[in-house]
């Protein structure tokens, strides 16, 4: 792969961002511990604002979620916001605990692969019950508002930055350009959906965060809301096609760089119009949105793919 880098360099044709990157030395899985666990204290840190105190985390966090959803989905999620809602202190301090813990088992070499296996199961269970599946089992899931995702991602991450004993095998997971393509394909057939598939429907997913956003963010959200409604279909087919070809470029080796690349770029764009920065301004954002999370995945992508120097974890 260091090849293929130095190729792209040399002949002009890889992108900026991917060549500025490649220069750096790789990402290890040592890294990548680090990594979820500064995210990990950013979502303790988010759980112990005063609003997750209140009923208000669930009845205006947890339960909207369930909103449209399988049973399967939808009754747990009812279920879990009741239980909460009637002593929302008692659950909050837990829930902002694990995720703390999570968060600096992570950061001590000699606690991390605890960690790890703890964190797997606590962020699937956040996947399902608090963020409803992203909407995955609705068939109403898009990209540009948070699919697949951010617990997802962070359990998919924890498995990549498992410690292993042979470091002679070249990146920490050879299985992620592959998770990453399925992520990005899954977002074109969802963006292609009815219901998804119209530039008003783009147009309301950018702008849905808009009340709540700084002055700034919002007249931006609104402008190229208004913009995307105005282009209508080509918008749609410009979005799908662009996701499906971030994803099944990172599967070939002599296009990976530029469609992950490609895939940052865009992920940082929605993370700012879609998903509005994460809310982290609110005081009612649980974590960063998915936005923040798959543009590390795809720093760690663009970055990790030469061989793993040993790991001491």
């Known amino acids: 792969m260091s090849t293929t880098i130095t190729t792209h360099l040399r002949s002009g044709r890889g992108h900026a961002l991917a060549a500025l990157i490649a220069r750096r030395r790789p990402i290890t899985r040592r890294d990548l511990q680090i990594a979820l666990g500064a995210f990990w204290l950013l979502d303790a840190a988010l759980q ?46 837990p829930f902002a605990a694990i995720q703390l813990l999570l968060g600096v088992g992570l950061l001590v070499p000699r606690t991390a692969r605890a960690a790890l296996a703890a ?33 997802l991602i962070y359990a998919l991450l924890a498995g990549a930055a498992w410690p292993r004993r042979d470091a002679s095998r070249e990146g920490f997971a050879p299985w992620l350009p592959v998770a990453w393509a399925v992520l990005w394909i899954g977002a074109a057939v969802f963006q292609a959906l009815p219901g998804q598939n119209t530039g ?22 609104s402008s190229v809301g208004a913009w995307v409604a105005h282009q209508g279909l080509l918008v749609v087919i410009l979005m799908v096609a662009a996701e499906a070809l971030i994803g099944l470029g990172a599967l070939v080796r002599r296009t990976k760089i530029p469609a992950v690349a490609f895939g940052l770029v865009l992920t940082l764009a929605l993370w700012v119009l879609g998903q509005d920065l994460g809310a982290l301004y609110t005081g009612r954002a649980t ?6 999370v798959l543009a590390f995945m795809a720093i760690a992508l663009l970055a990790g793919s030469r061989k793993l120097a040993p790991n001491s974890s």
């Open 48 to 93: 112990a604002q005063p609003f997750m105190f209140t009923r208000g985390f669930a009845t205006q966090v947890i339960a909207p979620v369930g909103e449209g959803q399988p049973g399967f989905v939808s009754a747990p999620i009812h279920w879990a916001s009741t239980v909460i809602a009637a002593h929302p202190v008692a659950w909050n301090v």
């Open 119 to 151: 964190s797997i199961p606590w962020a699937l269970g956040v996947w399902w019950l608090g963020e409803g599946l992203a909407g995955l089992a609705s068939g109403h899931a898009s990209l540009i508002i948070g699919a697949p995702g951010s617990a």
């Open 200 to 221: 008003t429907a783009v147009a309301s997913a950018l702008t849905e965060g808009t009340s709540g956003a700084p002055g700034w963010l919002g007249r931006l959200d």
């Open 287 to 292: 974590d960063p949105n998915s936005g923040a």
